[in-house]
């Protein structure tokens, strides 16, 4: 459906078997004037993006692998003061950054905390979404308000959403508490104790993340033909089995996209912990970004090389996860 | 919930009824279930709304309102900087908006339609920088932005929100522009369009509802980021709403009337825009990683 970007749509078929743009067939002279003639509306259109991504991400990514090898802080950066211009005075360190925080505790156990964040609010959020979509996916009476209120999370803009679980997880006086209290049980240090206070991000988490995989599953589970459910039942499949055999493989496609992107996501969950807990009590709820984030941000005196190469380090993580979402698109069958 | 599942599965198995049809107990159960869940998605939005009627000082009280006042909201706009808070946002997310949905709609028909050397890279591109974590630009990007002196400007938020917002876009939009017929363009061409007059005049009109739903995700994007507003605008006056409402409630104060109340000002509006374009958010969410 795709065609090349030459100014005549109807030859460009021609145009491609005549030139023969082989990776090393084509290297006559004029190519490149050829290539522009001929791409110039493509590259045109894509220029403003190549050149955001290039200045605002290209650049600091060079300069924080650069920062990464460096003993840079906030005391021997270039800065001024005043009218004073004070010149940096940082030095190369080599590797030595990385080595100090893989042979540090602290980074295992974020990292440890991070993976457990991370599975257990896609997986519940997930689960929780195919329920709900499974359940609103028939006929139903007031099926459009269920609807509507299931996916309010997603409306509401993550941070309001945070304060009010704020308000509502305070230990003396939020609303939880107090039903507690009313139950005859004691008061829950929601936010301040360490296990606690993970238990409150994953929940905080998840009830913001299940609206999209609802929305996402409710799409996929629309796309499934109908006739195979009236023939699974002519040959005597129970629901069970129906949901086994046809809804699940149905839905495989839409599952590894959302499962992937929202893993993605909540592996970079930046608001949710700084705002509820500020990565407290301690250390207990901080996962990798926002701990690199205290490095540079909130700790005195800031690290930024040491922020750098947790960065770095991050982005070595995450890059698995992009090998492992180009192996699904692949088996799915996209071309690029 | 899966037990209500697995009971209105039972109740359909029943061999006398109708296909897609449900015993009484299963429809019971299944409302049930729904109910349950509509509430706990409802209760903490429906209860910042509550608190931010009561007096700052039953803010915890577990009734409904019982001195209902206007008065939270009143303090928010009038003494504090919350109108400089909203403009600052306004002005950030109205231009990543406009910029945003401009240039990944361009870059979203580029890689739809032509194929280009280079395009194979620009979509991977695209695609890595999704994932960036804010913990590796962020502090590069802080001194980049601080020499050019961009510091507390709004543009340095804009800038940095494009990166943000554009990649995801221009996979949405290409999404989007895949399910627009090229039979249109190869029409356009030969009334002597020029590709840029095709996507302006042609592609663009009818690839309105796929804009709205990437605009709304600039909007977003824009309206709720945390980390780059937090470490890049500083001084009271120049916070946007992510920062300011910090400053509500901190280790310091506890101000929740005022809280409560910046919140639903800020949470209405997006919910609003939010309720027009969620049916066709998720199918440009998930069209452009499954989609060829």
């Given at each position: 459906m795709a065609v090349d970007s030459s100014q005549s749509l109807a030859k460009a078929a021609d145009a491609h078997s005549v030139r023969g743009r082989g990776p090393r067939t084509g290297k006559t002279p004029g190519r490149l004037r050829r290539s522009l003639s001929t791409h110039w509306y493509a590259w045109a259109m894509v220029a403003p993006v190549v050149a955001v991504i290039g200045v605002i991400i290209g650049y600091p990514l060079v300069r924080g692998l650069y920062l990464s090898t460096t003993d840079a802080n906030e005391a021997n950066v270039e800065r001024t003061i005043g009218v004073n211009h004070i010149p940096a005075t940082y030095k190369s360190v080599g590797l030595d950054n990385y080595t100090a925080v893989l042979s540090d505790g602290v980074f295992w156990d974020r990292l440890t905390w991070t993976i457990i964040w991370t599975v257990s609010c896609v997986a519940i959020s997930f689960t929780l979404g195919l329920v709900l979509a499974n359940m609103l996916n028939r006929k139903l009476a007031g099926r459009s308000f269920y609807r509507m209120a299931l996916i309010l999370p997603w409306a509401v803009p993550a941070f309001v959403s945070v304060f009010t679980w704020r308000l509502l997880f305070n230990e003396k006086n939020g609303i939880l508490n107090k039903i507690l209290a009313g139950g005859g049980i004691d008061a829950i240090p929601w936010l301040n104790d360490p296990t606690w206070a993970k238990l409150s991000v994953i929940t905080v988490n998840v009830w913001l993340g299940v609206p999209f995989m609802l929305v996402a599953m409710l799409g996929g589970l629309q796309s499934i033909p109908g006739e195979l459910y009236e023939a699974a039942e002519m040959d005597g499949a129970n629901a069970w089995q129906r949901f086994r055999h046809i809804t699940l493989p149905g839905l495989r496609t839409v599952s590894s996209t959302v499962i992937l992107i929202s893993g993605i996501w909540t592996f970079n969950m930046f608001p949710v912990i700084f705002l509820l807990t500020r990565g407290g009590p301690g250390d207990a709820t901080e996962i990798l970004v926002t701990y690199a984030y205290r490095l540079s941000f909130v700790v005195s005196p800031r690290d930024f090389a040491g922020s750098a190469a947790w960065g770095v380090i991050i982005l070595l993580l995450l890059s698995l996860f992009a090998v492992v979402y180009r192996r699904a698109l692949r088996k799915q069958g996209e071309v690029w | 919930m899966t037990d209500q599942k697995a009971s209105s599965a039972r109740g359909s198995k029943a061999k006398v009824r109708e296909r897609g049809e449900r015993g009484p107990l299963a429809s019971v159960a299944l409302h049930v279930g729904l109910l349950l869940a509509s509430a706990t998605a409802v209760l903490?939005?429906?209860?910042?709304?509550?608190?931010?009627?009561?007096?700052?000082?039953?803010?915890?009280?577990?009734?409904?309102?019982?001195?209902?006042?206007?008065?939270?909201?009143?303090?928010?706009?009038?003494?504090?900087?919350?109108?400089?808070?909203?403009?600052?946002?306004?002005?950030?997310?109205g231009l990543t908006t406009v910029i945003g949905v401009f240039i990944s709609a361009t870059t979203g028909y580029a890689v739809s339609r032509f194929r280009f050397p280079g395009m194979r890279s620009l979509m991977w591109l695209l695609l890595i920088t999704q994932m960036f974590p804010v913990a590796v630009l962020i502090v590069p990007l802080y001194n980049l932005l601080a020499s050019l002196g961009l510091l507390n400007q709004p543009v340095g938020l804009v800038v940095t929100y494009l990166t943000i917002a554009v990649p995801f876009c221009a996979w949405m939009m290409k999404g989007y522009f895949d399910t627009i017929p090229v039979e249109i363009d190869e029409a356009g061409r030969v009334d002597g369009l020029n590709p840029f007059g095709t996507f302006w005049r042609l592609i663009v009109p009818l690839a309105k509802p796929g804009l709205a739903v990437t605009g709304f995700?600039?909007?977003?994007?824009?309206?709720?980021?945390?980390?780059?507003?937090?470490?890049?605008?500083?001084?009271?006056?120049?916070?946007?709403?992510?920062?300011?409402?910090?400053?509500?409630?901190?280790?310091y104060t506890s101000d929740w009337g005022s809280l409560t109340a910046a919140a639903v000002i800020v949470a209405v509006p997006a919910a609003v825009i939010f309720g027009f374009v969620q049916r066709h958010l998720v199918g440009g969410l998930t069209a452009g990683a499954t989609k060829s």
């Open positions: - | 903490p939005p429906l209860w910042l709304l509550i608190t931010s009627f009561k007096p700052t000082s039953e803010a915890f009280s577990t009734d409904l309102v019982k001195d209902f006042t206007f008065r939270n909201y009143d303090h928010v706009v009038n003494d504090t900087e919350f109108l400089s808070w909203l403009g600052n946002s306004l002005l950030v997310v995700y600039s909007f977003i994007t824009g309206w709720a980021e945390v980390a780059y507003a937090s470490a890049f605008m500083t001084g009271e006056e120049n916070l946007t709403l992510a920062g300011g409402l910090q400053t509500f409630v901190n280790q």
